[in-house]
């Protein structure tokens, strides 16, 4: 499973002055100098001026930074004297850059905030008196921009780092697509190899032990994809590194993008700790939010929760988690592993198609409405849908969503399958109830490992009956599907089901839209011998070209066999 990033990394030595907006910066990094109207005298390094080109804020703490008046780009970071904005002569930005945009600033009692306004999206940038956090919150509201997402660009050398994410062009040999490389050692690296689940993480970022830099995520709920889905979070290359919040990436997404106001989400300056567990996204007090006037916000009082007494049915190896969805938004709760209770977020109102996840596979929906200001109170859910429940003559894994099990599967969310750490893609036959489910590769390529092969015996009550051969899989690329031999017989090519057209497998995803393959396999496929091996083939077959690794593929959930 993956696991929280907590990287505490060496810094270097030495902090420098910088020069801002013709502002000596050093030590608390306050604002000298007059301030416009809106400072407040008392505190002279709380509030903001202008330098012609941008609006500089002070936090009141060690942050200062500066917010472009033409494009509303993050221009400067500075944080105990130190600039830590920029890279390759880029700004910190929504998506690549708004370009020409209105931009203006106002201070409303202990916050100052800058509202960017581009067509018809909104940006938001707030500073708190006395933290160094950039609040942000940012509202697409139609498809005139065709990605979510806002990158912190940092500069190269403050934060040494040796993560999957981190990749030097001097050394490494390109794999794939200009942003996959490998190492000397064999090891590949790539920013999308930051990815993780985003029901797994609250931040990403670095520590040096002294200073730590944070981007806090959001709720989500204006994001599309669910409780389960990667997108790259940070990557660290020779001439730079980057922060990402992503609302909507098209790299093997599952559903259609959402519009509205999506935040707050928080970057963070910190003394080399964690960020604050009170900047959470389910924490956070937004109540000052309330009076801002922020185009699409809404406050907790104009939201409702969900919450139910418990799930019948679990398996008690698995997690389970409750989401919401509409095309509005989207939420999500873990259930109590002993009682499978659970209390939603605030959500906004309306109706959505609850589901039960178990582990990342659904195994129980129904419909809920959301009032506000109302809790909406739901009896024991049974969970009836779960595979793993039907008698299987055998089965290879289990039934969860994922590949978890399979030979390779713990690596692939953070490594190209070209990686030398992974295990060979091909092998032996796999023989029920003698090898085990780690040496069945979780994912088949049609140029890889392709004629991959199954044997098993059956009793000779089994030999005079067909049964239903299952092959789960969590997503496939390039419109790959299992076609079945069964010793001389061999099955129809199905059609191919609905999967992201992106890459997948190869950017640390298994996660598309599960399906089940169902195959009849009649009595007479069977070898007439309880004492002979029946040999399954199953090939990867497509409609579509491609190589190697980007050749057609699958990534597996179960295979089984049923009476």
């Known amino acids: 499973m993956p696991q929280h990033a907590r990287r505490r990394l060496t810094r270097r030595d030495a902090l420098r002055k910088t020069a801002v907006g013709g502002l000596a910066l050093a030590g608390t990094a306050a604002i000298a100098g007059p301030l416009v109207a809106g400072a407040d005298a008392a505190t002279p390094d709380f509030g903001y001026r202008d330098d012609g080109r941008a609006y500089v804020v002070g936090t009141g703490a060690d942050l200062v930074f500066k917010v472009d008046r033409r494009t509303g780009d993050l221009t400067s970071l500075v944080y105990k004297g130190t600039e830590y904005q920029g890279y390759g002569g880029k700004n910190s930005h929504v998506e690549t850059g708004l370009g020409t945009s209105s931009v203006s600033i106002r201070k409303t009692g202990d916050t100052i905030l800058v509202t960017v306004v581009h067509g018809t999206m909104h940006h938001y940038y707030a500073a708190r008196r006395g933290e160094n956090n950039v609040y942000m919150w940012t509202n697409m509201a139609d498809a005139s921009i065709t990605a979510t997402r806002y990158i912190v660009r940092v500069r190269p050398g403050l934060f040494p780092n040796d993560a999957p994410d981190s990749w030097d062009a001097r050394t490494d040999t390109l794999v794939e697509a200009q942003d996959i490389r490998r190492k000397p050692n064999g090891g590949t690296r790539s920013k999308h190899y930051s990815n993780q689940r985003v029901i797994d993480y609250d931040h990403v970022g670095w520590s040096t032990g002294e200073v730590g830099m944070w981007i806090v995520r959001s709720n989500h709920e204006k994001a599309s994809g669910g409780p389960f889905y990667r997108s790259l979070m940070r990557h660290h290359y020779e001439d730079g590194a980057g922060l990402y919040e992503i609302l909507y990436y098209g790299e093997n997404q599952t559903e259609p993008m959402r519009f509205g106001l999506q935040g707050p989400y928080v970057l963070a300056f910190t003394d080399g700790s964690a960020p604050s567990p009170a900047l959470r996204h389910d924490r956070v007090d937004t109540s000052w939010v309330d009076g801002l006037g922020l185009a699409g916000w809404v406050g907790r009082g104009g939201r409702g929760r969900v919450a139910g007494v418990g799930l019948s049915g679990r398996g008690t190896a698995y997690a389970y988690t409750v989401g919401f969805a509409n095309t509005e938004a989207q939420y999500w709760t873990e259930a109590d592993p002993a009682t499978g209770r659970f209390v939603s977020p605030y959500m906004l109102p309306g109706t959505y198609t609850l589901t039960v996840y178990k582990e990342e596979l659904a195994v129980h929906t129904t419909r809920v409405t959301v009032t506000a200001g109302r ?6 859910l049974a969970i ?10 055998w089965r290879i894994g289990d039934w969860s969503g ?16 070209s990686d030398a750490r992974a295990r060979p893609w091909t092998g032996s036959a796999h023989t029920v109830g003698v090898s085990h489910a780690d040496d069945f590769p979780c994912y088949q390529w049609a140029d890889i490992n392709n004629r991959m092969r199954i044997r098993f015996k059956l009793t000779s009550q089994q030999l005079a009956l ?17 076609r079945v031999r069964v010793n001389d017989w061999v099955s129809a090519v199905p059609a191919p089901t609905k999967e992201p057209s992106t890459r997948s497998l190869t950017v640390g995803s298994y996660r598309g839209n599960n399906h089940t393959y169902s195959y009849a396999v009649p009595a007479s496929a069977w070898v007439r011998s309880p004492d002979a091996y029946q040999e399954l083939t199953l090939d990867i077959v497509s409609g579509s070209g491609g190589s190697a690794y980007l050749s057609p593929g699958v990534s597996y959930d179960a295979i089984e066999l049923l009476p």
């Not at 994922?402 to 399958?417: E, S, W």
């Open 466 to 482: 067909g049964h239903t051969l299952n092959i789960g899989v969590t997503t496939a690329f390039a419109n790959g599907r299992p």
């Open 375 to 380: 809790t909406t109170a739901l009896h024991t």
């Open 402 to 417: 994922t590949p978890r099990g399979f030979k390779n599967a713990t690596l692939m969310t953070t490594m190209h399958p």
């Open 384 to 393: 009836g849908s779960d595979p793993s429940r039907s008698r299987a003559i």
